[in-house]
């Protein structure tokens, strides 16, 4: 975060210049209220004093931004700034010294100066109803006619406060509808979007849901401007009312972009001239509201995409790496199976010649002996040759198809590739339940209770237990493995790519991460609990295909 982005927080425009006269910030809402903005030489010349300055050939003198920066002290002023349009707005400007920089907010004051000259306006008018007080028929009108400015000042400002607090397309359009159709007695609204293709409207927003979606086009220029006319039909494709009917048409734009329009129908007469002002006022605010909220709908959008995207890619990768790594496991276990079963095949042989050779010597003990050598010999052959079928196994590489497999055997055949973690050192306590054949990747499951007996055994540092419990119940296997060991200081973080608990190039933190994969490819979920210094409880629920 930069030392100025505090700044974009702010309601006022605001920016930073260094003692060289550089603008080295521009807060988000300056870059908004100035899109224009170019250097502040130019942005100065633009910027001048509410009020006329002495006359002088000093530039300074007439450029509050100048002023400003060769000021000691904090300076503040009420300055006017004309668009590239010939537009006017007013602003409160105050300059503060930090260090090298000058730090100038701009406060746009330009309403408050409109409400204060419509108030002016009221005092004008409140002065002319002292001077007219003996012609009662006219008091009533100019206090009628000040009510009715009052509630539109009032809408003015709601409709303003709506906007403020909200950046729902749908919530502004509809609260500023209920608005406007308190202060024209409608007995119907609602904004139609404008589409420009056909140059016709959809209706968007309305109380009568069934006018939603309905496409509308107007007489000739009713749409252009801000209209208040008496008619028969509410559009061109409209059924006639049965009388006359005032229909008032609020057109909604973006700078030169039509955007729609708002259309309110009342009984109550009312004077185009009346109510100008005040709708052009609505107009603009809403126009900038619309597209503020569709920008903010479509940064949302993106971010959603995005976030989607990035958890693809981050299962894409565990999917690449689990894949390389069972690919480059099983060329291995093959290579190591090949150059077992070679000296393997040649012990096996020579142990049966020597079987029927122990058979000619005529010396009991001696006899005795060689025979007791010869079946160890033997055991010990069919051991090496039940591990390489183990291995073989676990890395059934063209298993990718769904397949039948007794889940109890698969567990034993991973307990017998770690015997040598759990020799002499780790109980094994297993609670087999009467679990039928179930449809699933038998390769892919071994590899989850591997990393998970795996972390087991590393995580009892001396002598422990781990218990395994299947089950199935409802269509669902359950398997549960649970040891004493250290347990797990955050278990929430266990299945995050990268996450690891053992040392500097012990772990990668892939192991869970991809074993929680292997059981969301089965649609099943795999939970942990653990208490540090108590053990931990993996419980993995597939449901049976």
């Known amino acids: 975060m930069g030392k100025f982005d505090l700044f974009n927080k702010f309601n006022s425009a605001v920016i930073v210049v260094n003692d060289k006269k550089e603008v080295v910030f521009m807060n988000n809402l300056f870059k908004r209220v100035f899109p224009d903005f170019d250097n502040l030489k130019k942005f100065s010349h633009k910027l001048n004093y509410n009020v006329c300055a002495l006359v002088s050939n000093d530039v300074a003198v007439h450029s509050p931004i100048l002023q400003a920066l060769a000021s000691p002290q904090d300076f503040c002023a009420h300055v006017t700034y004309q668009t590239s349009g010939n537009d006017y707005f007013y602003y409160d400007m105050l300059a503060t010294k930090k260090g090298a920089y000058t730090i100038i907010f701009l406060t746009d004051v330009t309403s408050k100066i409109g409400l204060e000259n419509m108030l002016a306006r009221n005092q004008a008018y409140q002065k002319k109803i ?28 709601n409709i303003s406060n709506i906007i403020r607090s909200s950046i729902d397309t749908s919530v502004i359009l509809s609260s500023a509808l209920s608005e406007l159709s308190q202060l024209f007695a409608a007995f119907k609204a609602y904004y139609a979007v404008y589409i420009p293709d056909t140059a016709s409207y959809i209706i968007k927003e309305s109380d009568e849901r069934k006018d939603i979606g309905k496409n509308i086009t107007f007489d000739r220029n009713a749409d252009e401007r801000i209209s208040c006319v008496f008619c028969m039909k509410e559009y061109k494709e409209a059924r006639p009312f049965k009388e006359l009917v005032q229909r008032i048409i609020i057109p909604i734009s973006h700078m030169d972009t039509k955007l729609g329009v708002i259309v309110l129908l009342t009984k109550q007469k009312t004077k185009l001239d009346d109510i100008l002002e005040v709708m052009d006022g609505v107009s603009f605010q809403l126009g900038n509201a619309i597209i503020q909220s569709e920008l903010y709908e479509k940064d949302a959008m993106m971010v959603k995409e995005l976030t989607r995207t990035l958890e693809e890619l981050q299962d894409t990768q565990l999917k690449l790496i689990n894949s390389e790594k069972m690919a480059s496991l099983g060329q291995l276990v ?12 040649s012990i096996k042989s020579n142990n049966e010649i020597f079987a029927k050779l122990i058979s000619r010597i ?46 109890n ?80 200081k955050e278990p929430e973080k266990i299945f995050f790519a990268g996450y690891t608990t053992k040392g500097v190039g012990v772990g990668t933190g892939l192991g869970l991460a991809i074993s929680q994969k292997i059981i969301e490819k089965h649609e099943g979920k795999i939970e942990v609990k653990s208490k540090v210094g108590k053990g931990s409880e993996f419980t993995i629920t597939i449901p049976s295909k």
């Open 362 to 407: 005529k010396d009991d003990d001696t006899s005795s002996l060689l025979k007791e050598i010869n079946e160890i010999d033997k055991e010990a052959i069919e051991r090496i040759n039940r591990l390489v079928v183990s291995l073989r196994k676990f890395v059934r590489l063209d298993e990718a198809e769904l397949q039948d497999a007794d889940i």
């Open 334 to 345: 093959a290579g190591v199976a090949h150059e077992i079963n070679t000296p393997v095949a």
């Open 130 to 157: 002292a001077l007219l007080e003996a012609d009662n028929k006219n008091l009533a009108k100019i206090k009628s006619q000040a009510q009715s400015q009052a509630m539109k000042l009032l809408l003015l400002n």
């Open 409 to 488: 055997k698969e567990i034993d055949l991973t307990l017998d590739l770690i015997r040598h973690e759990t020799k002499n050192r780790i109980n094994i306590v297993k609670h087999y339940g009467d679990i039928p054949p179930v449809k699933c990747y038998p390769n892919m499951l071994n590899q989850v209770f591997m990393n998970i007996l795996v972390n087991a055994t590393q995580a009892i540092l001396s002598e422990g237990t781990i218990t395994i419990d299947t089950d199935y119940k409802k269509n669902n296997l359950i398997v549960k493995i649970k040891d004493n060991g250290c347990g797990i």
